[in-house]
């Protein structure tokens, strides 16, 4: 079947500009995560939603992301005003539910953004 | 000190060669505990869970020792294919909580004819 999807796959931005970033988690997946993958690092989480409720942002840097869930399916991560710094492997992954801590999550191939 | 702490390698071994990857997690109410694998260029991928009484699946053996927060995986017979980047992921949630994974910045395998 088909697997967590993210769009675009690039993306190339000026400094300054708004960003979104959209996932398409697997069909009847309950939990969503975004993570930001640096070279050479694993990922670090974001945020998570369970359904549409946003349950936890910890990880959200600062003011500048947001992310939403809507209709709790597809996801859109928004960085406002990117930085250089902003660059990365932005990716989104899914579970089925969070109620067991061992649920495995799915990650989708990612998102490249570049900041110029 | 980050959560979780593994040698970034590269470990460069010959098929056939049993090797094995240590991590460290800082977080001793962590209650579960994974390693994931990742190509180059690719999203990771559970490997496998790992389990306080040790666990295995084929070539691949994953420890857990508490005491000391300490987490292996031993892959024994190494073929070209195990080639990849192996994180060490913890969820310091803890069961019933949700899987907030934290990832090792994970350790490179090549395996060489």
């Known amino acids: 079947g088909a697997g967590v999807s993210q769009s675009p796959r690039y993306k190339v931005t000026k400094r300054g500009q708004d960003v979104a970033l959209r996932c398409d988690p697997i069909s009847g997946h309950v939990s969503l995560y975004w993570y930001r993958q640096a070279l050479g690092q694993g990922p670090e989480f974001l945020t998570y939603?369970?359904?549409?409720?946003?349950?936890?942002k910890s990880g959200l840097p600062n003011d500048r992301f947001s992310a939403e869930r809507p209709e709790g399916s597809i996801s859109t991560l928004t960085i406002q005003r990117t930085e250089q710094r902003d660059s990365a492997m932005y990716r989104c992954a899914s579970s089925l539910t969070s109620r067991s801590s061992y649920n495995e999550q799915f990650f989708g191939p990612g998102t490249r953004l570049t900041v110029l | 000190r980050k959560e979780v702490e593994q040698d970034p390698g590269p470990f460069n071994v010959p098929e056939g060669a049993t090797v094995a990857f240590n991590c460290t997690y800082s977080n001793s109410a962590s209650q579960s505990f994974f390693w994931y694998r990742q190509d180059c260029r690719k999203e990771p991928k559970l490997l496998m869970s790992?389990?306080?009484s040790g666990n295995e699946d084929g070539r691949f053996t994953a420890q857990l020792n508490r005491a000391s927060q300490y987490i292996s995986l031993l892959i024994r017979d190494s073929k070209l294919s195990d080639s990849a980047t192996y994180l060490c992921v913890v969820n310091p949630q803890g069961s019933g909580g949700y899987n907030k994974l934290i990832f090792g910045a994970g350790t490179r395998l090549a395996v060489h004819p």
């Open positions: 790992v389990y306080s």
């Open positions: 939603f369970n359904y549409e409720a946003q349950q936890d």
